[in-house]
């Protein structure tokens, strides 16, 4: 077999991980030929391709990033995207794609697979960890450690100046990384998306905590998180091609608001892209290898349409169209483990 691998949407660690997998296993054990597409969807639609060896994916493991690339495209933007893609395949003379990518890239590999008969498998990855078909998304537990590990280092600041520390994380319309990283580095406030938030009650929590002779505060927030409308101006940011609203500034706004609200000095910092940079975490390699193992595996057994997903610990094959028909936000009782901890 002849098998395409692309990886689209933002990067995270683990993908190298995941990329290695397939070629180890697709050549050494199947016996087949792989060929990377370079930047997502934008490979096979501008033909930016080339063959992966054992040689050439050698010591990636540890890697970050992508050595294929990524790009945020979407073929179904693009005129004639559909049969580029088509065309693409044929003339590399594939038999599928395996698209390494988060609920925008596999939507589009949901699509292709469903409305145009393409072979298509998809692997789950994103640091927001908001795919509704899997427990566990690789790139998470990095991003999730990355946090945690700046909000211990923000508490000796804010303690040291009597500061209040805002802290901005990224997962888009999920707040599992605010949610966990406030959890494991204990956060004084968490906001996330799901639960809009009222501005009152936040400086109320700070102020109780202050009144209890604790003079530093440390403040967590999801860039997707909300004010409750009334309470405090929302913002609105341009859009990508999957449509989707350029997230961040929260932390910045929520520094000037409690400043001014209740007098204590006030910093924001905002983690962005280092959450998604650097080596992976081990939990993420060995996660990245297992969908990568299993995703190779199906396409050698021709089971298109299909995904690995992380389910009671187990892998389990998964239609592409259940693993992005919904986002896996944060529930309230997941959020209630938090409630005692606050303020
Ligand atoms: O989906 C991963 C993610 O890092 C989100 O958490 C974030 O909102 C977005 O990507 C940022 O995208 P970009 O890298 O295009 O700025």
């Not at 537990?141 to 303690?159: C, F, G, K, M, S």
């Not at 297992?290 to 389910?311: N, T």
Request: contains cysteine; charged residues 25%; aromatic residues 4%.
């Amino acid at each position: 077999m002849r098998v395409g691998v692309l990886t689209g949407g933002g990067d995270c660690p683990g993908l190298n991980a995941a990329i290695r997998a397939i070629v180890r296993k697709g050549i050494d054990h199947h016996g087949h030929a792989i060929v990377g597409f370079r930047d997502g969807w934008r490979g096979p639609l501008e033909n930016l391709h080339e063959e992966l060896t054992i040689e050439s994916t050698r010591g990636i493991l540890p890697r970050g990033g992508t050595i294929l690339g990524t790009s945020r495209t979407n073929p179904f933007k693009r005129e004639n995207g559909v049969e580029m893609v088509r065309e693409s395949m044929e003339a590399l003379h594939l038999d599928g794609i395996i698209a390494i990518g988060g609920e925008d890239t596999l939507g589009v590999a949901a699509r292709l697979n469903d409305e145009h008969d393409l072979a298509v498998l998809g692997v789950p990855k994103t640091i927001d960890n908001d795919l509704s078909a899997t427990e566990m998304t690789f790139g998470f537990d990095t991003a999730l450690q990355v946090a945690t590990e700046a909000i211990d280092r923000l508490h000796t600041t804010a303690e040291s100046h009597h500061r209040v520390m805002v802290v901005e994380v990224m997962g888009r319309h999920a707040g599992w990384i605010a949610l966990q990283s406030g959890l494991a580095g204990g956060g004084d406030v968490i906001l996330i998306p799901e639960r809009p938030f009222d501005i009152d009650d936040v400086c109320q929590l700070i102020r109780r905590r202050h009144s209890r002779g604790r003079f530093f505060s440390i403040v967590v927030t999801a860039e997707g998180a909300v004010p409750k409308e009334g309470t405090m101006e929302a913002a609105d940011g341009e859009r990508d091609e999957f449509g989707h609203v350029r997230l961040g500034g929260i932390g910045v706004r929520l520094e000037h608001e409690i400043e001014q609200r209740t007098g204590f000095e006030t910093r924001a910092v905002v983690l962005g892209h280092i959450q998604r940079g650097g080596t992976p975490t081990a939990y993420d390699r060995v996660l990245a290898t297992r969908f990568g193992v299993a995703a190779i595996d199906a396409a050698h057994a021709g089971q298109w349409g299909m995904m690995p997903a992380l389910r009671c610990g187990r892998i389990e094959l998964v239609s592409l169209q259940e693993a992005v028909a919904e986002l896996r936000t944060v529930p309230p009782e997941e959020f209630a483990v938090a409630a005692p901890f606050l303020g």
